[in-house]
């Protein structure tokens, strides 16, 4: 059991060990009293022969706080439990105290409140073993006094009605899940189900911002090193404070996605009610806060969406335009019953904007997945910015997630939150209104990009190809590979045109053009990519023409030959075409381009464009005729060699339309331009600055080009 007076292991000095009842007891009174003061001692006693049998030591004398400085300790135990070095000497010179006074005051009412926890864990505990103990009594009376139906005589366990006997599955069924939940809660948490957060009624004031800096991690998460390779799994010390964060989280999360007004008018966070309805706590300061929901229905289950949410290959993979790459540290819970319900795991990834002029976003976070009683499911995210030894977090998330509710027919009723507290002040001031709005990183990007992922999932598993999707596609194997090959395009792309630094690429940083960032890669037994010395250059620019106007303009093979010098003027056709969505412009396409010189051959170019209301792509790469006739055949897309080029387009942020409503996509565009180009075959060469000096050149021409013709094409439609 648990003593009211064991203090934690940071002490002034060593009690040493009485032996008479009344030494005891006035050792107690001493440790009580320091629940309310701090002791202090004169002299030290000698011991040994030194020591005087006609001196004795002196009293340790306490220092007795006053009800303010008590007051004001109190108050800052609720929102801060475990404060820094700083916090400490900070409250010590407000109420005159000295830091080691404060310290060990809040030591000290930790283990009071631990005190006060672990007593009230043992009543429900009592009470949840009364509870089964006459459970157990009822089932054996009712067991003894079982009769057959038939002739009113002691019934065997063979004569029981099938519902009796279904419910004897039931139940030990129900037990077996209720011990595996108590063995997981018990290596996580020390402690057993019934005692686990979620079922008892806990303050959402475990504001994830106190946990109190933790130790046990290697490398800062913001700076030089790399957020996915320097940060390790938590500690066994850490893994309780986690699951109860999760526990808190998921409840804060699940009133966000279903409260109404006044906490959210028109899917827009009211800041003052949140702060009254979910204390902040304390926090660095600087950060701002950016809070966004958005609902929409997708065709999908709730079974695949979950998977989707908790592995984190797929997740990467479905959200590539978003996250740029994430990691699962360590997975504490893989859940009961088959399934993801209860799955906790401790995850690090960056969020990115396809441009590199807008920093990524990195998080270290845990991941909770759970079943609700009403049959919906819910993930929730909330960062552990507090276990890392960085002092400083750019971007931290509070409980954000997506909570499913299933609907007939393999849809699925999807809402999403995403609330986050960040420094944006190095955003470039061209996408600040962007980023300011929440389109950037917001609940609507992720659900537009989610419901258009699902229907390209569901184009990819339809059986009934539409005619002309045949073409030179001769079975829905080959239409597979080729949808396989284009999202293995679209990903390769993705990683390479934000400002993410974490890949394999290399940041030139003399390119002799402040506006171009360009960044070169060695690729060697990457069967995806052709061997050699590989550039990427990107660049981004606003322009004064509708994001709409520039998407068609570029996917339309018939415009190719007005924006790409590569293509040198050689007319444009579309070989294969496979509809990936509602809109016309989400589509893969084979397109052949016939030189305008008889002496060079034709090229072959894959094409996917996809768009939805918070942005748009257009990306592309040149295939070999002989792979593609493979892929075509339904063979293995992975060894086709790929450089994607394209273009994200990315409204300027939200206007307003004439009845005042916010509406995306009726300004100018953000528009970024990407290439990878193969400058030299052999990895080993030494890249030149003409190469450097020839991607600059072409990327400069190709936005001219498009500048020209679609501000001129804007212009006649007006």
């Known amino acids: 059991m648990f003593q009211p007076n064991t203090f934690e292991s940071h002490h002034m000095f060593d009690m040493t060990r009485r032996s008479s009842e009344s030494d005891l007891g006035k050792l107690k009174e001493d440790d009580y009293e320091t629940k309310s003061g701090t002791e202090t001692t004169e002299m030290e006693a000698p011991s040994g022969d030194d020591q005087d049998p006609s001196q004795h030591p002196k009293r340790k004398r306490y220092h007795r706080h006053t009800q303010r400085q008590i007051q004001e300790m109190e108050a800052f135990f609720k929102e801060c439990p475990h404060p820094d070095d700083k916090q400490r000497k900070e409250l010590s010179r407000e109420l005159g105290l000295e830091p080691l006074q404060v310290k060990f005051w809040f030591q000290n009412k930790r283990t009071q409140m631990k005190a006060q926890h672990e007593r009230h864990e043992n009543q429900i505990l009592k009470a949840e073993n009364e509870k089964l103990r006459a459970e157990n009594n009822r089932y054996k009376e009712a067991l003894g006094n079982a009769t057959c139906p038939n002739c009113g005589g002691p019934a065997a366990l063979g004569e029981m009605s099938f519902d009796e006997q279904h419910l004897r599955i039931e139940n030990a069924r129900l037990r077996e899940e209720i011990d595996r939940l108590s063995g997981i809660a018990a290596k996580y948490v020390g402690k057993p189900l019934s005692s686990f957060p979620h079922l008892t009624p806990r303050s959402l004031d475990l504001g994830f911002t106190n946990l109190g800096t933790q130790s046990g991690f290697v490398g800062e998460m913001y700076g030089g090193c790399d957020l996915i390779r320097s940060i390790s799994g938590p500690s066994e010390a850490d893994k309780p404070m986690i699951v109860e964060l999760a ?369 748009s792509y257009v990306i592309y790469a040149p295939v070999d005729i002989v792979a593609m006739n493979m892929v075509l055949s339904g063979g293995d897309p992975d060894y086709v060699a790929l450089l994607p080029s394209g273009f994200a387009i990315l409204p300027e942020g939200p206007g307003f339309n004439g009845g005042g409503i916010l509406e995306v996509g009726s300004g100018g565009s953000l528009l970024t331009v990407a290439f990878q180009i193969l400058v030299d075959s052999v990895p080993t060469a030494k890249l030149s600055l003409g190469s450097v000096a020839t991607v600059n050149s072409l990327i400069k021409c190709t936005v001219e080009r498009i500048k020209a013709a679609v501000m001129t094409d804007n212009a006649s439609c007006r």
């Open 247 to 615: 526990v808190a989280a998921m409840e804060e999360f699940l009133r966000m996605a279903q409260a109404g007004d006044p906490l959210w008018t028109d899917q827009m966070l009211n800041e003052d009610e949140y702060l009254r309805t979910f204390p902040r706590g304390i926090g660095p300061l600087g950060l701002r806060s950016e809070a966004s929901r958005e609902s929409t229905v997708v065709i999908m289950n709730h079974v695949n969406l979950v998977e989707i949410l908790m592995d984190v290959n797929q997740w990467s993979s479905v959200f590539c335009g978003i996250v740029s790459r994430a990691m699962t540290i360590e997975v504490l819970s893989t859940g009961v019953a088959g399934n993801y319900n209860g799955a906790l795991q401790v995850m690090t990834a960056e969020f990115q904007v396809p441009s590199p002029l807008v920093p990524t976003r990195e998080n270290y976070f845990v991941r909770y997945c759970k079943q609700h009683s009403d049959g919906t499911w819910a993930v929730v995210d909330v960062s552990l910015d507090n276990l890392r030894p960085s002092p400083i977090s750019k971007c931290r998330r509070r409980p954000s997630g997506c909570l499913i509710q299933e609907l007939p027919n393999g849809y699925s009723k999807v809402i999403w939150v995403e609330h986050v507290e960040v420094d944006d002040r190095s955003v470039h001031n061209i996408y600040k209104p962007l980023v300011n709005s929440g389109l950037a990183f917001g609940a609507k990007r992720w659900v537009a990009t989610l419901d258009r992922q699902c229907e390209r999932l569901a184009s990819s598993m339809a059986n009934n190809i539409p005619a002309g999707d045949l073409c030179v596609i001769t079975s829905p194997e080959g239409r597979k590979s080729m949808l396989k090959l284009a999202e293995r395009m679209v990903t390769s792309f993705c990683t390479g045109v934000g400002a993410s630094t974490a890949h394999a690429w290399t940041t030139l940083s003399a390119t002799g053009s402040d506006d171009v960032r360009v960044m070169t890669r060695k690729s060697m037994d990457d069967p995806g990519r052709p061997p050699g010395i590989v550039l990427s250059a990107a660049t981004s620019f606003w322009i004064p023409v509708p994001p709409r106007r520039i998407f068609d303009f570029l996917r339309d093979e018939n415009s190719r030959s007005e924006w790409d010098i590569l293509s040198n003027g050689g007319l444009v056709q579309e070989m294969a075409h496979i509809a990936n969505g509602r809109d016309p412009g989400n589509c893969v396409s084979l397109l052949r381009v016939n030189s305008a010189n008889s002496s060079q051959s034709n090229m072959l170019v894959l094409q996917e464009s996809c768009t939805d209301s918070t942005g």
